[in-house]
């Protein structure tokens, strides 16, 4: 169980991220929703030890991850919203990086990782270079990385950057057998069909503040709205998103 207590970052005064709380139970992926600027991805940066928040606590399993912060790491994959890796590498020895830091035996990271490039159709280009790579491809050596030690805990932060429809398809897949497996999955997205489709929970922020947090279902039987997007619509409005789009339309037209 991922647990969030009033996390708060601030900076130069002002809360980006301003008492979030929130649960994020383990079988099932949690959807953390809002437009950009909203302050997802300082949230992901701080529930993985990357960022220290000014307040509030991450618990897992009932324990503040700055306890044992390693420890927490090893339980954890993550797959960030940009693919930080070595272009000199190829895909198959940024797997064995990954393995060694992790200190898995070196049979199974070579044998786990050529499965998972060749599941995630990359086989042929594991001896080539990622700078060779595609965005796409990119994205899928980022996720097989985040699999290979059998994390418990996942957050995967806009992980559809730049992938193909099968391999988005293959991704909502994944996610639900996941789950079934009993892993604890954050899905951060700002894009609400895709989040409504693999997402049975949804935390929804907006200016750096939690403004929904319910079960997708409940959302839509409680605010008697069929889409996220229209439930969205309503959270946020108070601002004239319609009008803003006029405007912009208005601005094009300009002589």
Request: proline letters at 4%.
């Amino acid at each position: 169980m991922l647990e969030v207590r009033g996390l708060t970052k601030k900076y130069r005064n002002r809360a980006v991220v301003d008492h979030v709380t929130f649960t994020a139970p383990p079988g099932a992926v949690t959807g953390y929703l809002g437009p950009n600027g909203s302050g997802k991805s300082t949230t992901v940066k701080m529930l993985a030890g990357l960022l220290q928040p000014n307040f509030g606590q991450v618990l897992w399993n009932g324990r503040d991850i700055r306890e044992d912060l390693i420890g927490f790491k090893r339980r954890l994959g993550y797959v960030p919203e940009e693919a930080y890796v070595y272009p000199h590498l190829t895909g198959l020895e940024h797997l064995e990086l990954i393995g060694r830091l992790r200190q898995l035996p070196e049979r199974l990271v070579e044998r786990k990782a050529n499965e998972l490039l060749s599941i995630l159709w990359l086989h042929d280009y594991r001896h080539s270079p990622i700078s060779s790579y595609s965005k796409g491809m990119k994205q899928r050596v980022l996720i097989a990385g985040a699999l290979l030690h059998d994390p418990d805990l996942l957050i995967f932060d806009e992980p559809l950057n730049g992938l193909d429809i099968s391999s988005a398809l293959l991704l909502h897949e994944l996610l639900a057998e996941l789950a079934r497996q009993g892993k604890t999955i954050l899905y951060i997205s700002h894009v609400l069909e895709v989040t409504e489709k693999v997402c049975s929970r949804v935390v929804i922020l907006y200016q750096g503040k939690v403004v929904a947090n319910d079960d997708v279902s409940r959302l839509r039987e409680l605010m008697q709205l069929p889409s996220l997007e229209q439930i969205f619509r309503q959270l946020a409005q108070h601002e004239d998103i319609a009008g803003a789009a006029r405007g912009i339309v208005a601005v094009m037209q300009e002589a």
